[in-house]
């Protein structure tokens, strides 16, 4: 089994968890409860990679993070690497692909709040922030626990994106499925087997786990 | 600068110019059907909706609404009820009444917290989850909340209407109980008669997002400005009066030396001061006593002497005003009052049964008084 792909896919999945959560928070409230006409634009953007091929968005992205874009010229001025083919560059293409997975159950766990109880924080004092903070998030810890759950997991298990961007670089950029790929090129059935049924088992023991923990809502595409 | 609200809102069909004395009148209900504006209204006033260009909403000496100016919510000050109380769920019943009292030194919030739930009468609820409250004590907790950090208006949305009628038949003489010993000055939407009636010291009618008629209760509910209002309020008669005793069944009430029958169905004792209300459809007039001496030979218990004083026509029916010593409204039907020959100055007898006639209890004990100017 490829020990070192597992540990890679694990480490770029925590990360990038850990970058979108904090990001899609703001997001979705912002598109919950905001009254402007354009949140639709952006709530299509945002679900943009449900239905883009991964190829597709891993092209742009590429593209974006290449020496020829202002992006990746300015990050190689400051550090004399390229974000293309990098961890990092892996990162950024993560939250891109995985942002409907984190907004989507947040959105759907927000839909559900009575809005006098929003209300009746404005009158008390509290501003958009601080309802945000102190009663849209407590409320929702159900749909944060999915958001979290499928972002981790839907990172753990991505392709085409992580093939156009990071390529095949061992220890750097060569994750679980890209290191099954491999093996089947190779032949070499045993390894992706084992490889296989280590992601096949550890997918349904984390959505199991969260299916159990939160048997209260489970909508993540309510609002799709 | 007294306490005054002029409130002029535009937004859909409301279209309201009101101002309100709150100092002379600290409790003013609005008063119409659903679906009449009051609560867009009563959201406005709060900040959580926005009126349309041209409206101007004042309070005291500050401008919240204006050409130009929008003073959101969390800066006006106000107390908010909500019809089903809109409590935090995620928090405790302390946390809940705490929340508004982010700007008080940390050490300071629990005393308040605590005085306002005292003050609510809900002392007794700081350990219960706020899942486990009934309807009423949710409302009390609420109610608590809005208190707590001291608004300068109080607005109450409904605030009994999804309460069961047991539960708002007490919280109602609690609530009148608690806005008088606060004297914060109250905005209250209802579309309950005996609420408006209870609580307000002065009621504002709105129909279909127009202020229709604005005074002191009694005299909304007992003088309708026109038929439309008339038809809202659905009271033609509403008196002040004293009870003078009461036994299990029935309250014996003065109104201005007549002494009538009624039922109750809050309880009362000798010296409370009530609303007497009843409907014209309810009376019944004869024109002469229809049991001269024995007071037991027919079952409607009320039977009063009268002049007619006035008559309207309003469709099929007339509208009789009478003097019983105390203004009484009776409909009659017009072949009715053709054959009965009423005309101003004609003596009759008015009869009602008991349980026609309505009290509305309006403060506790001798001192009690509904008109606490006079």
Known sequence: MDWEAIGLSVRLSVVTTAILIPLAVPLAGWLAFSRRRWTAVVEALVALPLVLPPTVLGFYVLVALGLQSPVGAWWFSLTGTTLAFSFGGLLI??????????????????????????DASEVLGRGRTQ???????????????????????????????????????????????ISIYDSVQAFDYAAAGR????????????????????????RPWARL | MGASLTARVRRHVLDVDLTLDLEASPVTVLFGPSGSGKTTLLRCIAGLDEPEAGSRIAFRDRVWFDDGTLVPARRRSVGLLFQDHALFPHLSVL?????????????????????????????????????????????RVALARALAPGPGLLLLDEPLSALDEPTRNRLRSELRDVLRSTGVPTIVVTHDRTEALALGDQVAVVLDGRLRQLGRVDEVFG????????????????????????TADLTAVDIQGVSVAATCREPTAAGDAVLVCIRAEDVALYLGDPAPGASHTASPRNRLRATVTGLVVEG????????????????????????????PGVAVVAVMKASAIHLVVRGRGPQARFDRRG
């Open chain 1, 93 to 118: 293409a993560s939250v891109v692909y995985s942002l409907p997975f984190a907004v989507q159950p947040l959105l759907a766990a927000f839909a559900v709040i009575d809005r006098r109880v929003l």
């Open chain 1, 131 to 177: 309802t945000l903070a102190r009663v849209v998030v407590p409320m929702s810890r159900a749909g944060l626990a999915t958001a979290a759950v499928l972002t981790f997991a839907h990172t753990m298990g991505e392709f085409g994106v992580v093939l156009m961007v990071g390529g095949n670089i061992p220890g750097r950029t060569r994750t679980v499925s």
């Open chain 1, 195 to 218: 490889t296989s049924l280590a992601l096949l088992a550890f997918s349904l023991v984390v959505l199991t786990a969260t299916y159990v923990l939160q048997r209260a809502e489970w």
């Open chain 2, 95 to 139: 946390a809940n009444v705490a929340y508004g009292l982010h700007r008080l030194p940390r050490t300071a919030r629990r005393a308040r917290a605590m005085a306002a739930l005292a003050q609510a009468g809900a002392a007794h609820l700081l350990e219960t989850p706020v899942r486990h409250l009934s309807g009423g004590e949710a409302q």
């Open chain 2, 223 to 246: 003088r309708p400005a026109d038929h439309e209002v008339a038809a809202a309020v659905d009271t033609e008669t509403v008196v002040a009066g004293l009870v003078t005793a009461t």
């Open chain 2, 316 to 343: 099929p029916l007339v509208r009789v005003d009478l003097d019983a010593g105390f203004p009484l409204a009776a409909y009659v039907t017009r072949p009715t009052r053709e054959d009965l020959g009423l005309e």
